[in-house]
């Protein structure tokens, strides 16, 4: 059974940090592109950070440039990101997803975990 399960999730104030987890099973984690996306009620999954199989390679959108950083470990088949100077607009669900930013959309996603960045 292949999964994908969320974790590190919360409320932190802004300017706070978070750090996301998403452990892995079920499938050659290094061998997949990973994905993070955020989806806020009523809007369409946001695209945030993508990662080649090997980590050497990441992605960002500009709305999380500079203050998010996404890594891997795949000899614990978990992937991270790291979140810094949070803001309020960075509230969502956050989800993990096989694939890179162009075939994530169609591949397994996590179940998520909330951030929600309050004061």
């Known amino acids: 059974e292949v999964q994908l399960v969320e974790s590190g999730g919360g409320l932190v104030q802004p300017g706070g940090a978070l750090k996301l987890s998403c452990a892995a099973s079920g499938f050659p984690f290094g061998n997949y592109d990973m994905t993070w996306v955020r989806q806020v009620p009523g809007k369409v999954p946001e695209w945030v950070s993508s990662i080649n199989y090997d980590g050497g390679s990441t992605y960002y959108a500009d709305s999380v440039k500079g203050r998010f950083t996404i890594s891997r470990d795949n000899a614990k088949s978990t992937l991270y990101l790291q979140m810094n100077s949070l803001k309020p607009e960075d509230t969502a669900l956050y989800y993990c997803?096989?694939?890179?930013?162009?075939?994530?959309?169609?591949?397994?996603w996590g179940q998520g975990t909330q951030v929600t960045v309050s004061s």
């Open positions: 997803a096989m694939g890179n930013r162009e075939r994530y959309r169609c591949g397994l």
